[in-house]
């Protein structure tokens, strides 16, 4: 992919309005073969940023389609986990 760029803006504030930025996020891959989901690269997938004040999720580009299976973006399980890594 010589000459071609690609970059994408993080979220400044979650769907709550609360400021994600150092130690207010965790940044995470969901792979997905939405229609949305396929990367320059090849690679098929959503960038998620998980807001550790409330728990929501931003997936971008933005999932289009049915609902995931086999687990969404992010369980409770999965959130309970980063929680327990992050000490909180």
């Known amino acids: ?4 760029v690609s970059y994408e803006r993080p ?12 130690h207010r996020v965790v940044v ?10 396929l990367r320059p690269s090849g690679a ?3 960038r998620t940023y998980l807001c550790l004040v409330c728990e929501a999720e931003i997936a971008i580009p933005r ?11 992010a369980t409770e399980t999965d ?3 980063t929680k327990a890594r992050l000490g909180r």
């Open 1 to 4: 992919m010589c000459g071609v």
């Open 11 to 22: 979220p400044k504030f979650c769907p709550n309005g609360h400021r994600l930025g150092p």
């Open 28 to 37: 995470g891959w969901t792979p997905c073969t939405c229609t949305t989901a």
């Open 44 to 46: 098929t997938g959503h």
């Open 63 to 73: 999932h289009t389609g049915p609902p995931f299976t086999g687990g969404a973006m």
């Open 79 to 81: 959130t309970g986990a």
